[in-house]
């Protein structure tokens, strides 16, 4: 996935430094190893969606296939811990070293816990109160090729004990993915901005289209500005001239679409904000929700 930020960091253990992985995560420290393991997996099912029952079937809305080398750590957290704060505690790391978040739930939105628990993780552990449930779905690039998925998941049962799950795939297996519309309203919501992925010949993949549109939709009041950045060869003039038109043709997708051009402007940047073009890329194409003047 080209549209993630390279994080060259290699095999360094997570949590407790029992288990090693491609990631460097800091340990949550109020919290008891449950169980480990590393094992070589053909058919790992990363789910990007919800939990919905088809016929018998608990299904992920979207999923991705992946092979690789899997570790997985299940932590109980101590008395008077927080799900949540320990979900956000791993989240925000995997974040901050550049990874980009594909699917993001909370609460009932997230489907069955017991599913989850059952169906997705074989954890029993973590068959908790839907109410109090968090799952999060993030890859990250590493170096030589590789990319780590994370699947995060954390729970309180009714017994008031907390888990949290971690699950890491590392793969050499070229795939491409894409935030879904959650993720995508979160961001603009909470951070103001969300980066499109890589445009492929100037265009926005129709995946990733379908989900800022759906996420654009369900907050039809919020007013965005879609900035391009360049940070390429030529001119200052060059370069706005160029990010300008990537974000007018974002811009004429999403009004094909049927969103309000009202609601919509675009701006082209150039080299002016370079920090806001992801390492590796000459352009990008950025979400920023305004926010007006009070």
């Known amino acids: 996935m080209k549209s993630l930020i ?77 799900e949540q704060e320990a979900f956000e505690f791993y989240r925000r790391q995997m974040l901050q070293m550049g990874g980009q978040e594909l699917f993001l739930c909370e609460s009932r939105r997230c489907g069955s816990s017991g599913a989850w628990a059952n169906s997705r993780f074989g954890v029993r552990q973590l068959y908790g109160l839907d109410q109090y449930q968090y799952y999060s779905a993030i890859g990250v ?15 309180q049962r009714g017994n008031k004990r907390r888990y949290l799950q971690v699950d890491i795939l ?25 980066i499109l992925p890589e445009l492929l010949n100037e265009q926005l993949e ?6 800022v549109v759906s996420a654009l939709k369900s907050q039809r009041n919020w007013h965005i500005a879609i900035v391009g950045f360049d940070v390429g060869t030529g001119t200052l003039q060059q370069q706005q001239d160029r990010s300008l038109a990537a974000a007018k043709a974002v ?24 920090n806001s073009v992801p390492d590796g890329r000459e352009r990008s194409v950025n979400l920023v929700k305004i926010v007006p003047s009070q």
């Open 170 to 194: 590392t793969t050499t297996q070229p795939v491409r993915l894409f935030s879904s519309s959650e993720v995508i309203e979160e961001r603009l919501r909470v951070g103001r901005e969300f």
């Open 206 to 211: 129709q995946e990733q289209l379908k989900a």
């Open 6 to 82: 390279c994080v060259c960091v290699a095999f360094i253990s997570i949590a407790y430094g029992i288990s090693a992985s491609a990631l460097s995560l800091a340990r949550y420290e109020q919290a008891r190893v449950v169980a480990e393991s590393r094992d070589q997996v053909t058919d790992y099912r990363l789910a990007l969606g919800a939990l919905k029952k088809v016929d018998s079937d608990w299904r992920a809305e979207r999923e991705q296939r992946l092979s690789g080398v899997l570790d997985r750590l299940t932590l109980e957290l101590d008395e008077g811990q927080s």
């Open 251 to 274: 811009y004429q997708k999403l009004i094909a679409e049927g969103l309000d051009g009202n609601y919509l402007s675009t701006y082209g940047m150039g080299g002016l904000a370079p």
């Open 141 to 155: 690039n590493l170096k030589d090729g590789k990319q780590a998925y994370v699947a995060l998941y954390a729970v």
